[in-house]
Structures are given as structure tokens and as C-alpha cells.
């Protein structure tokens, strides 16, 4: 099955620096990529996601890449700000057959004001 | 907009007894599921409903546990014989479709097995 490894476990950034957050997957055949954030206490929630015939998506400050060659994508947000303090998790999953997502560890990123 | 809903919020229950958690998928949505957290940890998939069936389930989802699709609006996770592991948060999803759009999340019920 689909293996996702995330990568770091946690980040520590100042407000408006910008931060990345990269995870890698396995299966060859994972075609979408969601991204999600979860904050203390709460549901995850989808903040963007990516398709595999696509390499990059931005949606304002938040842009996800992927290499299907290298089985690697990437989350970044841009001039980050206190209320991007959250848990981030990737996933993949093989979206033909969408009944088995498979989660990264997570990232907790902490934006100092 | 609507949501996905769970309940109850937070069931604690002793070893050995059985927990019957509840969800209201979005009501236009055709594919259910749950997923465990445990503190701290990463969100794992438990098992996937189409069709008033099962149509994966991860290594987690062992004979302790059954989904079901009650009526046309509830979806049920039923854990037969609690253990202290089984202490987590256990969140609903549904999505609309297989091949378009996302799963969105309920809130999740805490579980506590004492």
C-alpha cells in the first residue's frame, strides 16, 4: 500500500518568512494530493490540493508542487502569518480508486509574531 | 454550507464494552468514511463505505469493528469490544464522488476507554 513520509516533523517560522513543508510517497499509481490543516482541537480541513496532470497549484499565499518522477511534493506558504500556527498533513491517494488515503506524520508549524 | 457531522462529541466508555459512534455525511455525498487519530499522531484510515458496502479497509479495521448505513442518513462506526487502544479521535469523511471532488471532515468524537 501507499507509504507517505513528512517531512519536518515540526517548524518554526517568523511571521512573513515563508515556509515549506515536503512529503514523498510510494505508490507510483497516487494521482491526488491534498493537503490539510488542522488546528488544536479541531477537524482537518483541505486547504489545497493537486491533481497529478498538474505540477503546481497556488491558491493566494499557498502553493503546492509535485515531481512524479521523484514521488515528492511540497507544500508553501508564502508571508506567513500567526494564524498559520496549525498541524499540516499530506496525503495521497490513487484517485480512481479514492477509498484509501494515506496521511503523512504531520507538520506542527509555529509562525512567531 | 453543509457539514459533516458526528456524534457525540466525546464518549467515554470502560474496556471491554461496545461504542456505537455516529455521522451525518453531507447529504449529496455518495462515498463515506472514518479515520482514527490518536494524540498526537498522524490521521489513519480506517475503512471506506459505497454502496452499502465496504469497499476498502486498512489493517486496523479488524473484526472488532463493522460500519453500517442505518438509513438514508447515518453512517455508523461500531467497536464491539473496546480496548485501551482504541482511545482516539475518530473522525468521519464523505466526498461526493470517487473521482472528483474531496472528503471533508466532521469534527470528530473523542473516544476514552478507561
Known amino acids: 500500500g501507499e507509504n507517505v513520509e513528512q517531512h519536518p516533523s515540526t517548524l518554526s517560522v517568523q511571521e512573513g518568512d515563508s515556509a515549506v513543508i515536503k512529503c514523498t510517497y510510494s505508490?507510483?499509481?497516487?494521482?491526488?494530493f491534498p493537503w490539510y490543516k488542522q488546528e488544536l482541537g479541531k477537524r482537518p480541513q483541505l486547504i489545497i490540493d493537486?491533481?497529478?496532470?498538474?505540477g503546481e497549484k497556488k491558491d493566494q499565499r499557498i502553493a503546492v508542487t509535485l515531481n512524479k518522477t521523484a514521488k515528492h511534493f511540497s507544500l508553501h506558504i508564502t508571508e506567513t502569518q500567526p494564524e498559520d500556527s496549525a498541524v499540516y498533513f499530506c496525503a495521497a491517494s490513487i484517485r480512481n480508486n479514492n477509498n484509501d488515503m494515506r496521511f503523512g506524520a504531520g507538520t506542527r508549524l509555529t509562525v512567531k509574531p | 454550507e453543509p457539514e459533516v457531522t458526528q456524534t457525540p462529541s466525546h464518549q467515554v466508555t470502560q474496556m471491554g464494552q461496545e461504542v456505537i459512534l455516529r455521522c451525518v455525511p453531507i447529504?449529496?455525498?455518495?462515498?463515506f468514511y472514518w479515520y482514527r487519530q490518536i494524540l498526537g499522531q498522524k490521521v489513519e484510515f480506517l475503512v471506506s463505505f459505497y454502496n452499502n458496502e465496504i469497499s476498502e479497509k486498512s489493517e486496523i479495521f479488524d473484526d472488532q469493528f463493522s460500519v453500517e448505513r442505518p438509513d438514508g442518513s447515518n453512517f455508523t462506526l461500531k467497536i464491539r469490544s473496546t480496548k485501551l487502544e482504541d482511545s482516539a479521535m475518530y473522525f468521519c469523511?464523505?466526498?461526493?464522488?470517487?473521482?472528483?471532488?474531496?472528503?471533508?471532515f466532521g469534527p470528530g468524537t473523542r473516544l476514552t476507554v478507561l
Open positions: 469523511a464523505s466526498s461526493r464522488q470517487q473521482s472528483t471532488d474531496t472528503q471533508y
Open positions: 447529504s449529496n455525498h455518495l462515498y
Open positions: 505508490d507510483s499509481a497516487s494521482n491526488y
Open positions: 493537486i491533481r497529478s496532470n498538474v
